[in-house]
């Protein structure tokens, strides 16, 4: 029976994931050197390699959701701030309008 070279090449591939961007070449290049290459077929490296794109992908598609939840919740508590400081400066200049009136009134 031959050896199952697309189960090595996925325990590969999750020491790739599970290691340290520095130490991932060299977990690659090891892999590389146990795998005869003339044995593998592209259904091998496919059967590989496809999980570790979808899961990649469904990674990036979470964090692009969350940095867009964070932007929209930024954006909406600037529009808060914002009502919040216009709604300060009309209650200021209202006050000062009394005053002035009151001022006029008491002459």
Do not use: W
């Amino acid at each position: 029976m031959p050896p199952d070279y697309a189960a090595a090449m996925r325990r590969a591939l999750k020491t790739l994931r599970d290691a340290d961007d520095n130490d991932s070449n060299e977990a690659l290049h090891r892999a590389a050197r146990a795998l005869p290459a003339h044995v593998l077929t592209i259904n091998d490296v496919i059967e590989a390699v496809v999980p570790a794109f979808r899961d990649q992908r469904r990674e990036l598609v979470e964090h692009m959701n969350r940095l867009l939840r964070l932007v929209e919740l930024k954006q909406s508590r600037g529009k808060e701030e914002m009502r919040d400081k216009n709604f300060h400066q009309r209650l200021c200049v209202l006050e000062s309008q009394m005053r002035a009136l009151q001022r006029k009134g008491s002459r």
